[in-house]
């Protein structure tokens, strides 16, 4: 997993994976699915955020009188600023979620169960613990 500005890129074994690659390698460990949810999600609202950003920048260029609304600018100014915040907050959020879901199923695959046959302590024979 490498994070740029752009987003995020995955890879195993030395190979790129899609998003949907990635989407369904994580539905095999619930941890790891419960973290690339949430990273949706925040990723989502993240978007969401930019756009209302993206809407409150065209209103201010397109106000065909700028310098007579003075409340409306301080309004624009502290909702530009809160979705910009909210936008970046987001965006960590999300990439830390989806760093979460890759080191749960990373720690997934190393699990293995080990079983051993021993001398039964009940009776006789030999019995399988794992």
Do not use: C
């Not at 920048?57 to 909210?86: Q, R, W």
């Amino acid at each position: 997993m490498f994070s740029n500005f752009f987003g995020t890129k995955f890879y195993q074994d030395d190979k790129k994976l899609k998003l949907r690659e990635v989407h369904e390698l994580m539905q095999s460990d619930t941890q790891a699915q419960f973290h690339w949810k949430r990273s949706n999600n925040l990723a989502i609202f993240s978007g969401i955020s930019a756009l209302a950003n993206i809407g409150i920048v065209v209103v201010e260029l397109t106000d065909n009188s700028p310098v007579e609304n003075t409340d409306n600018n301080t309004f624009t100014l502290a909702s530009y600023i809160g979705t910009f915040i909210a936008t970046f907050t987001f965006d960590i959020l999300s990439r830390s979620e989806a760093r979460k879901a890759v080191l749960s199923y990373n720690k997934a695959l190393e699990r293995k169960t080990t079983f051993k046959l021993e001398p039964a302590k009940k009776g006789i024979g030999i019995a399988l613990t794992f």
